[in-house]
């Protein structure tokens, strides 16, 4: 297995041929020395035929030599007397000339790679230690002053893993390097057990240093010695053990550290970290909560505040009769006569005259009641001071409407806040979920490439796709991400990865480079955009945008403000902008949208409004959504060549309070397109019943499989019909839908 494992990777270690041949006349039986001298005759051509093509692959590897092992024995067994017993026998050494070569293809490239190997995974660590065991089991009957070599390096080999690596690594190495002792010389079977049971102890005490694993394992030979001492003699000796402790403990610290770092990087997390890392996501998660519950208590609190029913109340009523009162009757000769003798009448006077000015805005003598009118003698100065009142309690009125209307906005934003960071929250608390054998693996594929990372996390989310954050030594701007950790990344999990964010970032006070890796999505877009402009200096009232969202979406939006020029751009770009920030912050596309209808309603005295056309496409289940505010019809051209159209009756945001959202849901495919305008494209029809007719006709008939093309012919087409005389800004956006290689069944 060893000859043949070297020979594959190249011919010049045929030499280890003859090693391997020699070594065995030293033990092998005189007649079968043939049939191992006629494998590796058998395997030089053989194996320069099929070099180039299995060398990378353990399986074949394995397979072709068992199979010239069991040839050549099968050949060497027709010159001679066959036996049922000789068959067995070969089919046996050719099994485990198998798995052998499976073992070496891990263990080896350990100790010949170039370059500085710190990392282990599991696979490599056991079978690094069946390679010992197998080497120290080459001692055989070797003594030294009547104590076993093989025994001693075996229970040192079994302290070191166990000290290092921990209670489950040491049971393992235990149990392989008893396993192959056992197999490899007249040990008794219980000898796997003993090395076993004190690589167990060894590993439970090592938390007393070295001398503690010594002790464990220590005791663990003497529990199974004393427990065999019945049937037979002892496993291994005093003296033995003895020696094997001191060499350990008496180890350079070189050693020392160099067996450390290969045993501890593959041995996961221990109890302490993870009892840590609880801690803090406990922390973390009361904290964001009691944020939550603050914000979420303040918007009950806004929304709470009662609205103002009527302009005037019956405790205003009753200060504006006095304030008038006092202005023009404290001064008139006939102010004892009303006020004293005739009090009741000439209050209940002035306040009709309040509630007929709440219906009429404006009060004639003819509306006043007549005797009233009669009886005083300043009824024009009366119903003058009366108006003037009543007007600044009415525009007392509208500032606490509007004043009324922000703090329902400010409670929805409130409201909006407190459910993101009671989302995060619960993020943080059930979702959140380390796979530390994923960050095991690419800690040894990274190794393995001979690059040097300096951490790696790899989140599990809750619907099982991974997020790998690295962090490395910048390699200022050479792409060594893209060009070689993404794919070893990759190869390692077994999934395709893509980056999250297209730039690394500097963490704060280090030196490490880090970036964010995700799962490719099923789905990727490809953009066209095409848009010309009425204004003359290229001012155009349409803006749009295209960001990628958290969670593998993507947003398009496309915002026509009313009118062209300067205020139309300022209240388009406005909407565009706000929307982006908080859909980006992991906003509701509900609160987010309320927001801007918001500011453009307060934002000035002017009217200043304008239409939100939507389109959010989740790349992982190829699902799209529409939010359509008074905005042009969207169109979906199938790959097939049909056109679909998804439009709203909406009025646009900033021209009523309370916005009315129209949303919409269909399923992409791949191949189709996606198509978003704004109004002036379609009032490039002059028929006013064919606004749309016109573009579903265009696209039906178009061939393009480019979106640039699309939108650039579309708008050449619109721009035809206005015959060149452009009455209104217009702009498209085309993103068309394809399935990535990995989303392909």
């Known amino acids: ?47 320069s035929f099929v070099r180039e093509k299995i060398q990378q692959r353990p399986f074949y590897v394995a397979g072709i030599s068992s199979m010239m092992l069991f040839i050549s024995g099968m050949i060497f067994f027709f010159r001679a007397d066959l036996y049922v017993y000789d068959l067995f026998m070969l089919g046996f050494e050719s099994v485990v000339v198998f798995v052998f070569i499976y073992t070496l293809s891990y263990s080896v490239p350990v100790f010949i790679q170039k370059n500085n190997r710190k990392a282990l995974s599991n696979e490599e660590l056991v079978c690094t230690a069946i390679l010992a065991a197998v080497v120290v089991s080459g001692f055989s009957d070797m003594a030294l002053f009547g104590y076993s070599i093989k025994r001693i390096c075996g229970i040192l080999l079994t302290v070191i893993f166990a000290y290092y690596g921990g209670t489950g690594i040491g049971t ?35 938390e007393l240093g070295k001398v503690g694993s010594g002790i464990g394992m220590f005791l663990g030979f003497v529990i199974m010695n004393f427990y065999m001492n019945a049937s037979s003699g002892m496993m291994v000796q005093l003296q033995e053990m003895i020696a094997a402790s001191l060499i350990f403990l008496l180890m350079p610290k070189s050693v020392s550290l160099y067996m450390e770092k290969f045993i501890r990087s593959s041995s996961g997390f221990n109890q302490a970290e993870q009892t840590y890392s609880e801690r803090v996501k406990g922390i973390l998660y009361q904290t964001i909560k009691k944020y939550g519950d603050a914000f979420s208590e303040l918007a009950d609190t806004y929304r709470n ?62 509306n006043v009641p007549e005797v009233f009118r009669k009886r005083c003698i300043k009824i024009n100065s009366l119903i003058n001071a009366i108006e003037d009142s009543y007007h600044i309690y009415h525009i007392h009125y509208e500032w606490y409407q509007k004043l009324f209307e922000n703090r329902q906005l400010i409670s929805e934003q409130f409201k909006g806040i407190s459910e993101t960071l009671t989302g995060l929250a619960a993020e943080v608390d059930r979702k959140i979920c380390f796979d530390t054998q994923a960050e095991e693996d690419i800690y040894v594929a990274m190794d393995k490439a001979g690059i040097s990372i300096e951490k790696v996390t790899v989140l599990e989310k809750e619907n099982g796709q991974l997020e790998i954050e690295i962090g490395k030594k910048p390699c200022y701007s050479r792409l060594q991400c893209e060009e070689k950790i993404i794919p070893i990344v990759s190869q390692a999990l077994g999934r395709p990865l893509v980056r999250k964010n297209r730039h690394c970032k500097m963490e704060r006070d280090s030196q ?4 964010v890796l995700v ?33 593998g979406k993507v947003m398009m939006t496309l915002s026509d403000g009313m009118g062209t020029g300067e205020k139309a751009a300022q209240a388009s770009s406005a909407t565009v902008a706000v929307l982006e920030q908080l859909m980006e912050a992991g906003f509701r596309k509900e609160v987010a949208i309320k927001t801007v209808n918001s500011i453009l ?67 992409l495919e791949n191949g189709d397109f996606l198509i978003m305008v704004s109004d002036g494209v379609l009032d490039a029809e002059p028929r006013k019943a064919n606004r749309k007719e016109w573009i579903v006709a265009a696209l039906e008939e178009s061939n393009d499989r480019n979106p640039q093309l ?36």
């Open 172 to 206: 393992s190495i235990g149990l392989t390097i008893g396993l192959i002792s056992s197999m490899s010389g007249l040990e008794m079977p219980i000898i796997v057990a003993g090395y076993g049971f004190s690589g167990l102890l060894a590993g439970v005490f090592r």
């Open 710 to 745: 699309i939108a650039d012919r579309l708008l050449d087409m619109a721009i035809e019909k206005y015959e060149n005389q452009i009455k209104d800004d217009m702009t498209i956006l085309v993103a068309k839908i394809w399935e990535t290689r990995s989303g392909k069944k």
């Open 601 to 667: 309603v307060t934002k000035s005295s002017e009217e200043i409004f304008s239409t939100m056309d939507l389109s959010i496409i989740d790349l992982y289940t190829g699902k799209v959504e529409f939010v359509k505010i008074g905005s042009a019809p969207s169109f979906i051209k199938r790959k097939n060549g049909t056109v679909e159209t998804i439009q709203s009756t909406s009025l646009p945001i900033g021209i009523l309070d309370k916005v009315d959202i129209e949303s919409f849901g269909k399923r």
């Open 305 to 366: 505040i009662a609205e103002k029913d009527k302009v005037i109340d019956q405790n205003e009523i009753a200060q504006i009769v006095d304030q008038v009162a006092t202005k023009i009757c404290s001064t008139c000769g006939m102010c004892r006569s009303c006020w004293r003798t005739n009090f009741y009448n000439t209050y209940q006077g002035i306040v009709d005259v309040l509630l007929r000015l709440e219906s009429y805005e404006k009060i004639n003598l003819e």
């Open 1 to 47: 297995a060893f000859f043949s494992y070297f020979f594959l990777k190249d011919k010049k270690f045929f030499y280890l041929g003859l090693s391997a041949f020699l070594g065995m006349m030293t033990l092998a039986v005189k007649t079968e020395i043939w049939k191992y001298a006629l494998m590796i005759l058998l395997s030089v051509p053989v194996f």
């Open 519 to 551: 799962e490719a999505q099923t789905y990727q877009v490809a953009m066209g955009t095409a848009r010309i402009s009425k204004d003359q200096r290229g001012i155009s009232g349409d803006s749009f945008s295209i960001v990628d969202l958290p969670d």
């Open 512 to 515: 490490i480079c880090s970036f």
